[in-house]
């Protein structure tokens, strides 16, 4: 029996071990919270530290496995490459997996190789910050270099509100370092999708409307998405050159990813963060509801170094809406209505909380409390669930 090791817990990894249990694989999860749910699902736990990349490697020879990932789960992405090069499993090679895991690295690969890229600089503390602001223009948005689900990302509009936004960023950063960035602001909408590449050739690539709400705590963090995009294909042939140039470059074969890119108002094509791990936010179920393209089953595989058929080419199925479920008051959960015009469309419903179990606002991706998932006929029905999401989905709290 194969065996693959899963890093961390979280719910995102309940659909990859189910998945690979269904292939006759045994699967063990990681991490020093035994109470995550994951753990409840899978063959065998082990309490580690997911950053500890000794301690990891140790656990993975003693249990002889023969793959591993930290699919969703953004802290071990570094350890699981770590592990892999060390034990000859499949993985992106180590030093490619750190450009990509790191903001200001990603940033300086993309700028020296030709790729379109906003002006970008990384911090280690606000003083050379307060200096090096005037090289840009506002706005800009800063971040933390080295992490993940919008923790800790603001938009700079003044210079006097650095200082608060700098102290926010840093503290979500492992290494102190932040990364401020020129604004690009997406003509239409951004786009965050899971993609897969098979023998260094991308085969699935693709594209979301990822979309925002102002009206929530932090309006940086991804409150829905549909598919398929509304890039243009001028647009979206540009985006896949540059990817596809992108691992060339970078020496990665087969590989899932996470993949945020836009068009800017300069009518240009941005890649803004690649990550090889399947995305949060149930990205790569949305691409089978979408497409009926498996990702997780073809992550698996590759993990496993299984064969993988080519997938076939991607065809959308109709128009698919994931929400994020959030509330945008603290307090204690109590129900979510659904107005009536929408319900009938409604495929999935996938409810984290229980009444009366405490919420907090949607300031990043981990105060989200459950995901909707719908499959509509036209655009102008994803327009109106998007925009009018308050009203048609309402997270009632007390």
Known sequence: MKKLMLLGGLRYLIPVIKEAQSMGIYVITCDYIPENIAHR????????????????????????????????????????????????????????????????????????????????????????????????????????????????????????????CYKIANSYSQSNTVIVEEFIEANNFASDSDCFSLNGKFQIV????????????????????????????????????????????????????????????DGKPYIMEVSPRGGGNRLSEMIKHSTGIDLINLSIRASLGLEIHSPMAINYNDQIVELILYSNAQGKFNKIEIDPSIEMFLIESDLWVSSGDQVFPFSSANFAIGTMVFRFETFEQVQNIIQNRDNLVNVLVY
């Not at 450009?99 to 606000?126: C, D, H, W």
């Not at 050379?128 to 948005?141: A, H, M, T």
């Open 206 to 265: 693709s594209f979301s409307n990822q979309y925002f709400n102002s009206n929530s705590e932090n309006p940086y963090t991804p409150s829905a998405y549909s598919w398929p995009s509304v890039l243009s294909d001028k647009i979206k042939t540009e985006l896949k050159d540059d990817l596809q140039m992108l691992i060339s470059l970078l020496g990665i074969k087969t590989s899932i990813y996470n993949i945020e890119v836009r068009e800017g108002k």
């Open 41 to 164: 699902y899978s063959d065998e736990y082990q309490n580690v530290d997911i950053t500890d990349r000794e301690k990891v490697l140790a656990i993975a020879i003693t249990s002889k496995i023969d793959g591993i990932m930290s699919f969703a789960v953004d802290p071990g992405v570094l350890t699981a490459a770590y592990v892999a090069e060390n034990l000859g499993l499949p993985t992106a090679p180590l030093r490619s997996v750190e450009i990509l895991q790191n903001k200001a690295l990603f940033r300086k690969f993309l700028e020296e190789n030709g790729f379109n890229v906003p002006l970008a600089k990384s911090f280690s503390n606000l003083q050379s910050l307060l200096k090096g602001i005037d090289d840009f223009k506002f706005p800009v948005i800063i971040k933390p270099v080295d992490s993940a689900g919008s923790k800790g990302v603001k938009k700079i509009l003044k210079k006097d509100e650095i200082e608060d």
